[in-house]
């Protein structure tokens, strides 16, 4: 299974520990996706587990292993199945998230107003899949 990595800001930035928010999303590197959420103070609740992320109140999405504080100590990273990926990061821009970067075809998906797909993912990340 083809895994890709995305990175949530979701870490306190004074102690570099969980607390409970998810303030950013970047896909693998900052010119593929980046997202912010446009909320000052007001991010979207965040839990992760084993094999499992849970932004929001209802929504869960599984991962397949975590890598903390990739570059420094706000961010966490988790692999995931690229569908599973698209459907956080839709989540996110129907939350209000706006981003700050992207490139082609997520850059076209977004501008068009439709969803992103594994495919869009997987193409941004040169797997033209």
């Keep these: 299974m083809k895994l890709i990595t995305l990175m949530l800001a979701v870490n ?3 102690n570099g520990m969980p ?9 693998s590197d900052p010119e593929l996706l980046s997202l912010e959420s446009p909320h ?11 094999d499992w992320l849970h932004l929001g109140r209802h929504r ?24 599973d990926c698209a459907g956080l990061l839709n989540f ?7 981003r700050t970067v992207a490139s082609d075809p997520v850059l ?6 439709r969803e992103l797909t ?3 993912l997987c ?3 040169g797997d033209g899949r």
């Design 12 to 14: 306190d930035h004074r």
């Design 19 to 27: 607390d409970g928010l998810c303030r950013a999303a970047s896909l």
């Design 40 to 50: 000052i103070g007001r991010h979207l609740r965040f839990a992760a587990g084993p």
């Design 60 to 83: 869960a999405w599984p991962h397949y292993g975590e890598i903390p504080w990739p570059g420094n100590w706000c961010w966490n990273a988790y692999r995931m199945d690229p569908g």
């Design 92 to 98: 996110l821009v129907a939350k209000g998230y706006t």
């Design 108 to 113: 076209s998906a977004l501008d068009a107003g």
């Design 118 to 120: 594994a495919g869009d």
């Design 123 to 125: 193409a941004s990340a």
